[in-house]
């Protein structure tokens, strides 16, 4: 039986013993040495599964081994497992009774991508962000003690979460609090330590032995009557584990550290994880796994593999050839902005290439600045640098964002400092689910006061958007959409627009169309056939406000189009310089309505929230009627 798969399996593969688990009970019925087979089982078929569906892979290959030891050790679910960076819960999905069910994952009405409490009682905790887990599961282990539940918690965090400092919060937290929970950083190199081999190995099975926590614990009474040589024996101990392990910073902490381990060693595994259950207080364990692992090409390209598409057959006719993307116009002005201005600094958090920044950390490497997962940071350094002159493009995820709003407030707009935000994935960002959607960022950026604002419409419109916000005093913030627009052509010029004057496209008669950004293109196609006016808005913040009182004055009905949340958006701000100015005219806003969006398509979801064609016009039309 081979480890290692060269290729996605076609035809779904045998699994005789996978078969027999559909839950973790079933699973710990198992004898130890059925548990390598099972593993190699459960890595083919999510090799096979996840080549039926696409979706995230990388990190799901590399925890198989770790999946199956922690539900075998641990009584899940009364035991509350607590997955961080949710793209590494595939196997344990399909070991909590919905392996059946995995060929709908991240489609509408199917499995979610990540652990979602609504869908199992093992998904203890909903989780798509990264870096929550460790503050998660110390909740809950808090909540077990003041219940005197004997339940043990563990948070199971890696794939570069531990870079973020809400992770360290919960750490520091956790050591002051002294609870019975285990953290399990799964180090898959994309974090931290390398260091793994038989010393690492027999170290970790010392050090969370029952045999070792007894002497430590009683030469503790014994020499605390001693403060002297309590106090050199304590300094040795971290001394001689800080020589051979990385975990000083955790003991310091006040978590008892382990390992590192080889996660892929399941024997190893079930014996430490065996040993940690019964040990009292916080405990940390270190487990080194390889991204990819088992899948060739994944462990030779861990980024790329880090997500697929579903395996499709050939097509008969080559595909319509497609404009860039969003990301690849963003990235390109950015190489442009860069070579006329050397002020410019690019900054990520952990998006090089979701952001399309990969060829401005080539060419600018000096200027190129990835933070890892730690948004906050990004914004305040964005802040620094603006402080002295330099010219900062943070380029982030609508979703990511929200977790450095505080900064965007504080650290930068109440500053009036020169940070432009290049906003990625605004609006419904698809089978990823609701906690990736970027549907609030008009919402929360346009009541900051001196913010500017902007939504294009086409590619060549978000070119000349990043220039007007990067030439503009004070913060600005370009949104757009996922993948590729209408196919605009991308002018070469570094052109800037008017602040605040909105682009009228059409004159039509009753009805006028204010739409933001990304439903420019579906107000057009309904504007044509029910002769509407249509103005592409351009700003959410300033409001062309001419523009505003051009189409009350002159129109029975004005409705307005975005995709961003109806309550607080671009709309509302219509209806806000409307009733300032005392203007009388009925009001359609349309948008992503007042609860949250699950995963499907965009088309799908678009559909769903009457954001494509036909639901624009259905609801224009009903308005009319009534």
Not at 279 to 295: A, C, D, S, Y
Not at 552 to 570: K, P, R, S
Request: charged share 20%; glycine share 10%.
């Amino acid at each position: 039986m081979s480890d290692m798969f060269d290729t996605i399996p076609i035809e779904q593969p045998s699994t005789p013993l996978l078969d027999r688990v559909e839950t973790p009970q079933d699973l710990r019925e198992l004898g130890e040495r059925q548990l390598p087979k099972l593993a190699h089982e459960l890595r083919a078929a999510l090799l096979w599964n996840v080549g039926q569906t696409g979706g995230h892979f990388g990190a799901g290959l590399g925890v198989i081994e770790l999946t199956v030891a922690l539900h075998y050790c641990f009584q899940t679910p009364y035991d509350r497992l607590v997955w961080d960076v949710g793209h590494q819960a595939y196997p344990h999905k399909m070991l909590t009774g919905r392996r059946q069910r995995m060929g709908t994952i991240r489609q509408k009405d199917g499995l979610a991508a990540f652990p979602k409490r609504a869908e199992s009682h093992y998904d203890t905790f909903g989780v798509g962000h990264s870096s929550t887990s460790i503050s998660a599961a110390l909740g809950m282990a808090i909540a077990a003690r003041a219940k005197g539940e004997s339940r043990r918690t563990v948070a199971v965090i890696g794939d570069g979460a531990l870079t973020a400092g809400m992770a360290f919060e919960a750490l520091s937290h956790a050591g002051h609090e002294k609870p019975n929970m285990l953290v399990v950083l799964n180090d898959n190199e994309m974090s931290i330590s390398e260091n793994v081999g038989g010393l690492a190995t027999y170290l970790a099975h010392v050090l969370s032995s029952k045999t070792y926590s007894r002497v430590r614990e009683g030469s503790r009474k014994v020499l605390s009557r001693l403060p002297l040589a309590w106090e050199l024996a304590r300094k040795t101990e971290e001394h001689v584990k800080g020589l051979m392990t990385p975990g000083t910073l955790f003991e310091e902490l006040g978590f008892n550290y382990i390992g590192p381990v080889d996660g892929h060693d399941l024997p190893a595994l079930v014996a430490t994880l065996r040993n940690l259950r019964e040990l009292e207080g916080p405990q940390f364990l270190h487990v080194i796994t390889r991204k990819g692992r088992g899948f060739a090409p994944a462990e030779a390209d861990p980024i790329g593999y880090h997500a697929i598409t579903k395996l499709e057959k050939p097509a008969p006719a080559a595909p319509k050839p497609k404009g860039p993307k969003y990301a690849n116009v963003f990235g390109q002005w950015l190489c442009d902005m860069a070579a006329q201005d050397d002020r410019l600094m690019g900054i990520t958090p952990a998006m090089r290439e979701g952001s399309d920044l990969i060829q401005f950390s080539k060419q600018y490497p000096e200027r190129y600045f990835d933070v890892a997962i730690a948004e906050q940071h990004a914004v305040t350094l964005a802040a620094g640098m603006a402080c002295e002159g330099q010219k900062p493009v943070v380029a982030i995820y609508s979703t990511f964002l929200q977790r450095a709003y505080d900064q965007l407030i504080h650290d930068v707009a109440v500053q009036h400092l020169d940070v432009l935000f290049a906003i990625d994935r605004a609006g419904l960002v698809g089978e990823d689910g609701p906690t990736h959607h970027g549907a609030l960022d008009l919402s929360y950026l346009r009541c900051v006061p001196d913010m500017l604002v902007m939504a294009p419409a086409d590619e060549n419109e978000c070119r000349q958007m990043l220039t007007t916000g990067y030439h503009h005093e004070g913060p600005a913030a370009v949104r757009y959409p996922r993948g590729t627009g209408p196919g605009c052509a991308v002018e070469t010029t570094l052109s800037s627009l008017p602040i605040g004057q909105a682009e009228q496209r059409r004159q039509g008669e009753k009805v006028a169309i204010l739409a933001f950004g990304s439903m420019v293109t579906p107000a057009a196609a309904v504007a044509d056939t029910l002769n509407a006016s249509l103005w592409n808005m351009r700003f959410v913040k300033p409001l062309d406000t001419q523009a505003i009182t051009e189409a009350a004055q002159q129109h029975e009905l004005i409705v307005t189009i975005e995709e961003n949340v109806i309550a607080g958006g671009a709309g509302s701000a219509v209806n806000e310089w409307l009733a300032q100015a005392g203007l009388q005219c009925p009001v359609l806003n349309l948008g992503i309505p007042d609860h949250f969006i699950d995963q499907g398509s965009p088309a799908e979801l678009l559909h769903e929230c009457g954001l494509d064609a036909e639901g624009i016009q259905r609801a224009i039309e009903q308005r009319l009627a009534s």
